[in-house]
């Protein structure tokens, strides 16, 4: 069993620093240290333009509210016919349709009152 390094050489700046100076990178440490690595994922980020999601303040619109209405409704559209064909779709029968209706009815009664 080898003693734990105390230093370690960062690939990007070749210069010796304390191992607190590396990211951990699930159970290894990074091979670049802090400094570097900021420097490299800000560079990375200028390229490609992409902001990591957890520090964008205003992501805007994701999943299915950053597609236009009309694609919206076509892979909606989808999902109905893929359930119609398969059979496995809900189908209410007059007696379900009578108690979804009695439901409603008495949460319309509650709000009401
Ligand atoms: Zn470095």
Same mark, same amino acid.
């Given at each position: 069993m080898k003693a #734990?390094?105390?230093?370690?050489?960062?690939? /990007?700046?070749?210069?010796? =620093? #304390?191992?607190?100076?590396? %990211?951990?990178? *699930? =159970? %290894?440490? /990074?091979?670049?240290?802090?400094?570097?690595?900021q420097i490299y994922q800000k560079a990375w980020q200028e390229r490609t333009g992409y902001i990591m999601p957890s520090r +964008? &303040? +205003? #992501? *805007? &619109?994701q999943g299915f509210a950053s597609l236009s209405p009309e694609r919206r409704s076509q892979v909606s559209r989808l999902g109905g016919h893929a359930v119609a064909i398969k059979g496995t779709g809900h189908r209410f029968t007059t007696e379900t349709g009578r108690v979804?209706?009695?439901? *409603? *009815?008495?949460?319309?009664?509650? +709000?009401e009152a």
């Open positions: #734990p390094k105390t230093h370690k050489v960062c690939k /990007a700046c070749e210069r010796e =620093k #304390p191992i607190e100076e590396y %990211y951990m990178q *699930g =159970k %290894y440490r /990074a091979a670049k240290c802090k400094k570097c690595h +964008n &303040p +205003n #992501p *805007g &619109p979804a209706g009695k439901k *409603g *009815g008495l949460v319309r009664k509650k +709000n």
